[in-house]
């Protein structure tokens, strides 16, 4: 099973399903000398690898660091960490981003429209902000900040 486009958090919950289907038709047997609770740490162990292959190649820097971990964590606190980044990768990604950059772009350009077109040069020496207006709080001096 691999990711594909889901997110984290869908790759995990499906992948958890999946094993907790096996170990309900195939349960390690309880003793009381204690073997059973290594075996099943043993398992739970043995998950992390095939989930932390299953991820897709953007991961390959959260993955090596998982991997260098001594003890390797519980594929919870792995897929925690996977998420972790994947909220960062949305947050920088994400359309509040681009839209900063968009109101930026629009001030400047309201800017550069109110000097006076004397060639790019001059444009770049300096901003007299007697010209400008905000449309906002209808005061001049300032245009509208976000």
Not at 6 to 34: H, Q, W
Not at 80 to 109: C, H, N, P, W
Not at 111 to 133: C, E, S, T
Request: charged content about 25%; glycine content about 6%; aromatic content about 6%.
């Amino acid at each position: 099973m691999s990711p594909g486009n889901m997110s984290i958090a869908v790759y995990f919950t499906k992948l958890k399903k999946l094993r907790d289907e096996l170990a309900s038709l195939d349960p390690i047997p309880s003793c009381s000398c204690g073997a059973s609770k290594k075996l099943s740490e043993r398992t739970a162990s043995n998950q992390l690898i095939p989930f932390l292959m299953g991820l897709s190649d953007t991961y390959d820097h959260v993955r090596s660091q998982i991997l260098l971990m001594d003890p390797l964590p519980t594929v919870g606190k792995a897929s925690f960490m996977f998420l972790r980044v994947e909220k960062q990768r949305e947050v920088y990604s994400g359309t509040s981003v681009i839209d900063r950059e968009g109101v930026m772009a629009t001030q400047f350009g309201e800017v550069a429209k109110k000097i006076p077109n004397k060639g790019p040069i001059q444009r770049r020496v300096f901003i007299d902000k007697k010209q400008l207006h905000c449309e906002h709080s209808k005061k001049s001096g300032h245009l509208r900040e976000i």
